[in-house]
């Protein structure tokens, strides 16, 4: 029996494929996808076991994915170092060696593929016997200041070799400015910096930390990571990253935080990156390899959802894969 008097049906503009592709709000395309690298000296690539299917790659093998992800569409990186104990310290000494792992990787990608936009995450935790993004103190204490003259020192030595985006994660006070004035003052003015703004003390980032031995080896990173409870304090962060001179800001996690993407998109101008950490991309892979879910079609609908929060750009583990699917 129709319904005699239904003016509005929502289902009409869902009725064809070719009408659902009018009216779709929102695309993804590898373009606005950054692949998120890990890289360790020597000549093996090594699979990393809390990471099934990523890699720390030799240069060469490094290089092997930067042109297949170049081919895929995919024009953006961004490197992680894994460091040999041996060259770890309480002060980060190795993460601003102009001859480190790093800034060797930065000019290889800038020379065999200048067009690839390479970013470097900027903070201390790779290179700090103590795991922590900061310098610790004697009684355990991150010391913010002291951590800003180093995250600079970093950030510079990226940009001499040729990194075009930093990328500050330690969440220190004051960073970015700091690290403004020392790119400007060391005639890197266009270097960008992209900023993790919103970054939250997550259990998301476990993988990860496996992937590069660099957990902390005491305490937790709640005194500089932001508390997962809060919303207005991203929109804070904000504020003083956009007056400090950010180019970019960054969510991260991205999936478990869309609505912290969807708050800072309505009230800053700055795009926005949203970071699938490897926690989001492990919780996706291992439920595929056991069958439970199909890949392709949950890895683009999690992807779709945080670029429909408001995300301009999403850095994934799952870039090769989106830019291949079938779905
Ligand atoms: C380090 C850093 C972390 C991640 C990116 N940069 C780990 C942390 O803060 O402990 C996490 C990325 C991921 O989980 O995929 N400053």
Redesign the pocket.
């Known amino acids: 029996m129709p319904l005699d008097y239904l003016p509005s049906r929502p289902r009409r503009n869902r009725k064809s494929p070719s009408i659902r592709g009018l009216i779709r709000e929102t695309s993804l395309s590898a373009s606005d996808l950054i692949l998120?690298l890990f890289v360790q000296d020597g000549s093996t690539d090594e699979p990393i076991d809390s990471m099934p299917g990523c890699f720390r790659w030799s240069l060469d093998g490094l290089l092997g994915e930067v042109e297949s992800a170049h081919e895929l569409g995919i024009h953006a990186v961004v490197l992680?170092p894994a460091i040999p104990d041996r060259l770890k310290n309480s002060t980060a000494d190795e993460s601003w060696n102009p001859e480190g792992l790093i800034p060797t990787v930065i000019s290889a990608i800038k020379t065999r593929f200048p067009d690839v936009a390479v970013i470097t995450?900027v903070?201390l935790?790779?290179y700090n016997s103590d795991g922590h993004?900061g310098v610790v103190s004697q009684d355990g204490r991150i010391l913010n200041d002291e951590t800003v003259e180093i995250l600079c020192r970093q950030a510079m030595c990226h940009a001499d070799a040729g990194a075009d985006i930093v990328a500050p994660?330690?969440m220190m006070d004051g960073r970015i400015g700091a690290i403004r004035a020392a790119l400007d003052e060391g005639n890197h003015q266009e270097v960008s910096i992209l900023s993790?703004t919103a970054?939250y003390a997550s259990a998301?980032?476990?993988?990860?930390?496996g992937a590069l031995d660099?957990?902390p080896k005491s305490g937790d990173?709640k005194t500089y990571?932001m508390d997962p409870a809060n919303a207005r304090e991203a929109l804070r962060e904000a504020m003083l990253d956009e007056s400090e001179g950010a180019d970019m800001m960054m969510v991260?996690?991205a999936g478990p935080y869309l609505d912290i993407i969807a708050k800072l998109r309505a009230e800053v101008d700055l795009p926005i990156a949203a970071?699938q950490?490897?926690?989001e991309?492990l919780m996706i892979k291992s439920a595929a390899q056991a069958g439970w879910i199909d890949e392709d079609k949950v890895v683009a609908e999690s992807l779709m959802g945080i670029k429909r929060a408001g995300a301009d750009m999403i850095l994934t583990?799952f870039a090769k894969e989106y830019a291949k699917r079938k779905v």
């Open positions: 998120p992680f995450d903070a935790d790779p993004d994660s330690d993790y970054k998301y980032y476990g993988p990860f930390r660099s957990a990173k990571q991260k996690p970071y950490v490897s926690g991309y583990y």
